[in-house]
């Protein structure tokens, strides 16, 4: 069983940076893939990023392609979603997801564990 908690949300103006932090408990998490999802009021939860369990592996959605890096930090079970040049665009709920393999996989349903989601609202 793994537990997630994100923190880092907040308002930011076009242009800013927010960093995402996910906190796992469970002795799998050095074990376990990472991802990153989002979702807009109306809209369905969408893939942003992912990381394999060591760390080489990562994708990333066209849309936050060379704007967001996803990376790990297994000592402290945390996975990190660095966000810079945001745009209005990105204003969603932000949510961590973990996967009990080692391997990286973009689909939702491909995660067995989500946490409760972090607000993200970029303004114009």
């Known amino acids: 069983q793994v537990q997630l908690v994100e923190s880092g949300g907040g308002l930011v103006q076009a242009g800013g940076s927010l960093r995402l932090s996910c906190v796992a408990s469970?002795?799998?998490?050095?074990?376990?893939?990472m991802g990153w999802f989002r979702q807009a009021p109306g809209n369905e939860r969408e893939f942003v990023a992912a990381?394999?369990?060591?760390?080489?592996?990562?994708y990333y959605a066209d849309s936050v392609k060379g704007r967001f890096t996803i990376s790990r930090d297994d000592a402290k079970n945390t996975v990190y979603l660095q966000m810079n040049s945001l745009k209005p665009e990105d204003t969603a709920d932000y949510y961590c997801?973990?996967?009990?393999?080692?391997?990286?996989?973009?689909?939702?349903?491909?995660?067995?564990?989500w946490g409760q989601g972090t607000q993200v609202t970029v303004s114009s």
């Open positions: 997801a973990a996967r009990p393999v080692k391997t990286a996989a973009t689909a939702a349903i491909s995660y067995s564990y």
């Open positions: 469970g002795r799998t998490f050095s074990s376990a893939a």
């Open positions: 990381i394999s369990w060591s760390g080489i592996t990562t």
